[in-house]
């Protein structure tokens, strides 16, 4: 299957700090890109989509502001988490889908963020 | 309020026994996909059912799609340990989002 890939996959920082995640879709092109988020032992919450060329759609009740998103280019997505606080904390996974015949989400590894 | 909801959210079992994850929903979708998680990593898809009533194999594993298309079953005969971890449905709607199940977590004692 395709592969995506999250750098970092571990990160620590200060609270107050940005940090920047990056999600690539490493062997085929993504117009369309999802960011979830992961607290322990609980499901996926979809935060936003994050669409090549044009602005993020957000799911309600994330702020945009804070959680920003650049989908620059067909295979990079970028979520920028601004003056982190430790609810922050969490894992964050994102997920590429493929276009065709087929779609399928693919998702990534995931990074998990701890703030400080 | 959680749009899909996995019972049980909890198994714990002997290797060798059979098990059924449920994943209910009262929102049509048109499709639903099953996922397994490890701890620290991503999903693994692990089938997508599109067709009211459709049966899919993988191996032990059995899956349903509710003839109305509101719910799932995953099937596992004859758990081994490997099989242990989170197992995730999700439906998917027409913008191809996917709105993620509560969850189970199965572990399978040797």
């Known amino acids: 299957g395709a592969v995506v890939s999250q750098h970092p996959s571990r990160v620590i920082c200060k609270s107050g700090t940005s940090v920047k995640i990056e999600c690539r879709s490493l062997?085929?092109?993504?117009?369309?890109m999802f960011w979830y988020r992961q607290f322990p032992k609980q499901s996926l919450m979809l935060m936003a989509t994050?669409?090549?060329?044009?602005?993020?759609?957000?799911e309600q009740g994330v702020e945009k502001d804070k959680f920003l998103i650049n989908h620059a280019s067909l295979t990079l997505s970028t979520l920028t988490v601004t003056s982190a606080h430790p609810e922050d904390s969490s894992f964050y996974i994102c997920?590429?889908?493929?276009?065709?015949?087929?779609?399928?989400?693919?998702f990534g590894p995931g990074t998990r963020l701890l703030v400080l | 309020t959680q749009l899909l909801e996995q019972s049980p959210q909890f198994l714990s079992i002997q290797e060798g026994e059979n098990l059924t994850v449920y994943c209910n929903s009262s929102?049509?979708?048109?499709?639903l996909q099953w996922y397994r998680q490890e701890p620290g990593e991503g999903p693994v898809l692990l089938v997508t059912?599109?067709?009211?009533?459709e049966v899919k194999k993988l191996k032990r594993l059995t899956f349903q799609f509710g003839d109305a298309r509101k719910d799932s079953s995953l099937h596992i005969t004859a758990a081994q340990p490997g099989d242990t971890g989170l197992y995730l449905c999700?439906?998917?709607?027409?913008?191809?989002?996917?709105?993620f199940g509560s969850g189970t977590r199965l572990l399978v004692r040797p």
């Open positions: 997920s590429a889908r493929t276009s065709g015949a087929k779609e399928t989400q693919y």
């Open positions: 062997d085929f092109q993504a117009t369309t």
């Open positions: 994050s669409n090549e060329g044009s602005k993020a759609t957000y």
């Open positions: 929102s049509v979708f048109s499709s």
């Open positions: 059912v599109v067709t009211g009533g």
């Open positions: 999700a439906g998917a709607r027409g913008s191809y989002k996917l709105i």
